[in-house]
């Protein structure tokens, strides 16, 4: 505002629900797949969903992550831990990370939110997704990042929205963004 107090916040969500609901500026988001430009494919650190919910939290400060795939005993994505579930027990008072599995701790963190809050525990797209796909997915679902699977739904990638907008300022730009 004039007085130099904020009057308004622009969110994650509110850009990514902006961008998708406006298709014919970001065409090339719907030409581009992951398959064909390697977008998103990275290394996806995860943990088995029967570990310890203090080796999952350990994974995401050793890794300076914010989040983590859970996989099942045979590797496939079934949920995700993020910083997000973390804050949301600590702000709650409502923490325990001692003798639970991470799957025990996610479902702790989801319990405590509001009806209005809920967000699915894992969103996937894969490979030959285009990045408009994940756009939207970002978008609807308000989550801050979806994970690539591959045909066995075992992870293979992951990309935020702060990915997508890098992307976008690429190809405007011509030029690798540098942050």
């Known amino acids: 505002g004039r007085n130099g107090k904020v009057v ?11 961008m998708a609901s406006r298709p014919e500026t970001c065409k090339f988001l719907q030409a581009e797949t992951i ?6 494919i990275c290394e996806v650190k995860t ?3 029967s570990s310890s919910a203090l080796r999952a939290l350990e994974l995401l400060l050793k890794y300076k992550i914010t989040a983590l795939a859970i996989c099942d005993e045979d590797g496939t994505a079934i949920s995700t831990l993020s910083s997000s579930d973390l804050r949301t027990l600590v ?3 409502k ?4 003798g639970i599995t991470a799957m025990e701790f996610v479902a702790q963190s989801r319990q405590q939110l509001d009806g209005a809050q809920e967000k699915p525990a894992l969103v996937t797209v894969g490979t030959g ?10 978008a609807t679902t308000g989550l801050h990042r979806v994970f690539v699977v591959d045909a066995d739904r075992k ?9 997508i907008l890098r992307r976008v300022f690429e190809k405007v730009n ?6």
């Open 95 to 98: 923490f325990k990370f001692v």
């Open 155 to 163: 992870p293979v990638g992951v990309v935020s929205f702060k990915d």
């Open 174 to 179: 011509g030029k690798a963004a540098d942050w």
């Open 35 to 40: 398959k064909g430009t390697g977008f998103g």
């Open 91 to 93: 702000a709650k008072k």
């Open 47 to 49: 943990v088995q969903a």
């Open 129 to 138: 997704a285009t990045l408009w796909d994940l756009l939207t997915k970002l």
């Open 8 to 18: 308004k916040v622009i969110t994650q969500r509110a850009l990514a629900e902006f």
